[in-house]
């Protein structure tokens, strides 16, 4: 399997990280793109440095690459994450811009019918953003805010995190054995 995680500018950097980092001893290709912005926020909310984030990645991307070969519905891939992404990144993919190497990687993915999955990042929403996201999910886009769930009892930002990036990896069906299972009302 082959993935496409794309990391922007909005805050929830360490959601790429934890993807990357939980991806890198599977058999699954990744290819890494990060805005320009994400760099800067991968700066200010984690202790990682930028080269430390592309070396969990299997190939790394400049965004400004728009003829990479994740920039061609030619290259074999099975789908592309983003996360976290910004509402700016959301707008160009939903308008079709592909200004940078995110937002035409996603806009490939749509037009070869693969899967897209946006870790949405924002709060509160106005109706621009509600209005590209349905927009994006009428299209078959998966809008994946990253909210947090307490019925496993997190005990950390941690987990918390590996949750929601689990959940994540559910809707490409991969199935990390680390991840804690819903059990039921009696069983939990």
Excluded at 17 to 37: A, F, G, P, Y
Excluded at 44 to 67: F, H
Excluded at 134 to 159: C, E, V
Aim: proline share 4%; glycine share 6%.
């Amino acid at each position: 399997m082959r993935l496409i995680i794309g990391i922007t500018g909005a805050t929830g950097a360490i959601f790429g990280i934890r993807l990357l980092e939980l991806l890198k001893n599977t058999d699954i290709e990744t290819h890494l793109v990060m805005s320009q912005w994400a760099s800067a926020t991968v700066h200010v909310e984690t202790t990682y440095t930028t080269k430390e984030v592309e070396a969990l990645a299997d190939y790394t991307y400049s965004p400004k690459d728009l003829g990479a070969k994740i920039s061609s519905g030619s290259f074999q891939v099975d789908g592309m994450i983003i996360a976290p992404c910004s509402m700016k990144s959301l707008a160009s993919i939903r308008m079709g811009l592909a200004d940078n190497l995110v937002t035409r990687a996603a806009d490939v993915i749509l037009k070869e019918r693969k899967k897209l999955l946006l870790m949405t990042r924002e709060t509160p929403l106005n109706d621009i953003h509600l209005e590209n996201m349905l927009a994006l999910s009428r299209m078959g886009t998966i809008i994946f805010p990253p909210m947090p769930a307490f019925y496993n009892h997190p005990q950390s930002i941690n987990d918390i995190i590996n949750h929601i990036v689990f959940r994540t990896l559910d809707q490409f069906n991969i199935c990390l054995p680390a991840a804690k299972r819903w059990k039921g009302i009696k069983n939990n």
